[in-house]
């Protein structure tokens, strides 16, 4: 399993053919693992992953499993499992 990896930071073009877009705006994105990629918190496989360059963010609801959070320089990033 490859390890989604965040040591130079996080381009979802360096990804594009294991995660799917599901609604991006100005400053975010949300994506689905089609890969099985490993979480860079945790590695094991995640679910969803929500990429922010926003300076705060807010969620309307909570997912019913795990959370792990990465930070690179520029952006969060949130993973669901």
Do not use: W
Not at 20 to 37: I, P, T, V
Not at 53 to 76: H, K, N, Q, Y
């Amino acid at each position: 399993m490859t390890r989604l990896d965040i040591s130079d930071g996080f381009d979802v073009h360096d990804y594009r053919s294991k995660l799917k877009l599901l609604r991006q705006d100005a400053g975010s994105m949300s994506l689905e693992n089609r890969a099985e990629l490993g979480c860079p918190a945790c590695g094991t496989p995640f679910d969803r992953l929500f990429v922010s360059d926003d300076e705060t963010v807010t969620f309307d609801s909570a997912p019913s499993g795990p959370i792990c959070l990465a930070r690179t320089d520029e952006r969060l990033l949130v993973l669901t499992h």
